[in-house]
């Protein structure tokens, strides 16, 4: 036996073994974590995947198969209009970044033959927030309001980084490559609005198979007792008691509010458009599922339709392994609102409750070191949500998370040296901050 | 000898490129090496901003994809 090579091996066994010797079987805390992860998988999987995930894997593949790349590259390109370029990064990330391990390639290559440091910058900030899948992911559990946050907020945020990173900057040459940009090769054209037609079908099908009911009331309450942040949750009563209410929310999903926590209750004003629309959707999607069809077999070869099927199947056995190993570990360490897991809701809630600004820093600066697998972002902050962690906290780890980690900051000093990560690092922290502040305020 | 260089920073796509681009050589029976470029700046000598990247004695061939093993045979033979 070698030992030189063995050691490691030995070493993970015996960590493995004592691991499993003082497995914390039978102790509350730890049966109820593990509980709850499973509790938490099965929720996503009733509610979660089938409407809103599969829809948008294929959404996400038909961007990556069908939207040209090279016609949105060309405007990062080193002839391209300053201004332009800025809008351009700062939401071509729908478009490119469809994988986030595209992103530090894209952001390196904007940057050495490019429109330069300030259009790379606002591209690396936004690519990871607005690529579909992240947005529709997060509106569809985090909330609407979120989901819509993240994408301005990304958005607003990268070109203000941009512009503030070209400006600190502007007196340095960069250290130009003078390679020529390998484009890809542009795709089968289709007119515009043949393609427009194609993604508000299946954006129109996704968003009106998830359309929810309202409720008839608004419950207003705290996360934990003596908890900083509040929850809202709508839906029926269905039993109400001294010791507090339950409540069937709009996904259909059952709430129980202990009475000391339950701050207020409201009604609803119910819109009567937004409820026709509730009772007919699967009306309207059986419409858009045959228009779809149509235009799939018209306007489509056999060959695109393989391609993206194949983009599809793609994401979906690059994504879903990693989501669902999120849930489970999300669960076990956070559990759910009103059930804890193996981290204490006070703590949690001590660390990045209420609306502070030192629980906005905080939450942005973990967020910027802490590595977050694609999408995996989504299940933890759902959890630390749960656990007691203010909306504005979560925005604010929201933008600076996927955008930044440590393994990713040593690759950008890499492309663009120290002290440049440094500023950036700190802007992203600074603007994460500010966001989330804001939005804390507001909801 | 051909030189078939994968370029990448080492995403499932990456591998999956250099699984195809291997199978592709095999088949057309080439005397070749393949090479994965995971620098990110090495990556951009090439010109290459889209990974995966395949390149055939350093020229830039296929971008941003991952074409089955038969469309690569076509391109490196």
Known sequence: MNWKTEWKKLLLIVVVFAVCFYLPVGKVRFDSAVTESLVLVKEYARQHVLLCLVPAFFIAGAIAVFI????????????????????????????????????LPLFAGIYRMGAGLGPASAFLYSGPAINVLAIILTARIL?????????????????????????????????????????PEAQVRRPLWKNA????SMVGILVFANWARSGDIRAVFLCCPGGLSTYNVEGSIIQKSDDGLTILDTYGKEHQIPADLLIKTQQVRKNNLYEWIHRIRWIIVLILVVGFLIMLLNWFTRKEIAQWVGSTWGFAKQILPLLFAGVLIAGFLLGRPGCEGLIPTRWVNAAVGGNSVRANLFASIAGAFMYFATLTEVPILHGLM?????????????????ALSLPNMLVIRSVIGTQKTAVYVSLVVVMATISGVIFGTIF | MKKIQILGTGCPKCSMLAKNAEEAAKSAGLEYKIEKITDINEIMKFGVMLTPALAVDGKVKVVGKVPSSDEIKKIIG
Not at chain 1, 70 to 75: F, I, L, Q, R
């Open chain 1, 68 to 103: 040209s790349q090279a016609s949105v590259m060309k405007y990062l390109g080193p002839g391209a209009n300053k201004v332009l370029a800025y809008g351009v990064a700062s939401v071509s990330g729908t478009i490119l970044a469809v994988c986030s391990c595209t992103v």
């Open chain 1, 386 to 402: 749960g656990a007691g962690m203010g909306k504005g906290p979560a925005l604010a780890l929201l933008l600076a998370g996927p």
């Open chain 1, 143 to 183: 909330g609407l309001e979120m989901g819509i946050a993240r994408a301005v907020g990304a958005v607003v945020f990268s070109i203000v980084i941009g512009l503030l990173m070209h400006l600190i900057y502007r007196r340095r040459q960069r250290e130009k490559v003078e390679a020529q940009m390998a484009m």
């Open chain 1, 197 to 200: 037609l194609y993604f508000a």
